[in-house]
């Protein structure tokens, strides 16, 4: 079982910026992909938009509202995943939750954070 403990977000001015961080419990070398989903209200879970992505490879994946402002990284030491927001807009505005695929025997598992809330005022 993995777990996620999300951090950072909060209250922003739109042009902004912020960092959201999500610590995983075990090895980044066990999950095969780490993903920053946002959700706004009125939205079902289902309907979670994938803002970015990062494989255990290394490759990276933007929601085309994300590209050229957000940035997804991580730290295999510190087995954290991060999203770094830059010019944010009000419409960035969501709760965040990161998630993590991992294989379990031969299944394939997927894992939510609590979620962080994120506000950008205009």
């Known amino acids: 079982q993995v777990q996620l403990v999300q951090s950072g977000g909060g209250l922003a001015q739109a042009g902004g910026s912020l960092r959201l961080s999500c610590a995983v419990s075990?090895?980044?070398?066990?999950?095969?992909?780490l993903g920053w989903y946002r959700q706004t209200p009125g939205q079902e879970r289902e309907q979670r938009e994938a803002v970015a992505t990062i494989t255990n490879g290394g490759r990276t994946n933007y929601a085309d509202s994300a590209k050229g402002r957000f940035t997804i990284s991580r730290d295999a030491a510190k087995r954290t995943v991060y999203l770094q927001m830059n010019d944010l807009r009000p419409e960035d505005t969501a709760v965040y939750y990161c998630?993590?695929?991992?294989?379990?025997?031969?299944?394939?598992?997927?894992?939510w954070g609590q979620g962080t809330r994120v506000t950008i005022s205009s």
């Open positions: 075990r090895s980044l070398r066990e999950i095969i992909t």
């Open positions: 998630k993590a695929i991992y294989i379990v025997d031969v299944d394939r598992r997927a894992c």
